[in-house]
């Protein structure tokens, strides 16, 4: 069952790369930015909130919320299909990093923009998953402790 697990997982993650290709470089090469960078954290995030008004909902909702949910997958996949991912320092490292790469990416092929609230919110949002996951398996482990300590007392 963990190798079918696994392999599932591996899929996902292919189509998930794949995906995200398509969305930060095959739907922009016809298209590039001129290249620019934020470096003020939370600066266009505030700019975002602020003149809410002044963008359509697309380019709204993709800056604030695409943002946020881009790395979400790597919050589920990553500790799944590598045990050093399950620590909490390492997928961090691996995320900001993942970050930073697409991030400078951008910049230097022109892209898009290299932005700090790119990689604040598309690390904020992996995070929250794998959060979730890390509390849900705690709360299933914990399940099963108390569940074996409430047999072993009824066998007394």
Not at 1 to 18: E, R
Not at 61 to 83: A, D, I
Request: a positive charge.
């Amino acid at each position: 069952m963990k190798f079918v697990i696994k392999m599932c997982c591996w899929i996902l993650l292919i189509l998930y790369l794949l995906v995200l290709y398509k969305y930060l470089v095959l739907d922009r090469a016809y298209y590039p930015a001129h290249r620019s960078f934020n470096l003020i954290p939370f600066d266009s995030i505030k700019q975002y909130i602020n003149n809410k008004d002044d963008y359509n909902f697309n380019t709204w909702f993709m800056n604030l919320m695409g943002n946020f949910m881009m790395l979400m997958p790597l919050g589920v996949l990553l500790p799944v299909l590598h045990k050093r991912f399950r620590k909490f320092k390492n997928f961090i490292v691996f995320l900001i990093g993942i970050n930073l790469t697409i991030e400078t990416f951008q910049y230097y092929s022109g892209y898009g923009s290299l932005d700090i609230d790119d990689v604040i919110m598309n690390s904020s949002g992996g995070i929250v998953v794998y959060m979730i996951i890390k509390a849900i398996l705690n709360i299933q482990l914990l399940n099963r402790i108390l569940i074996k300590e409430y047999e072993i007392k009824q066998d007394v």
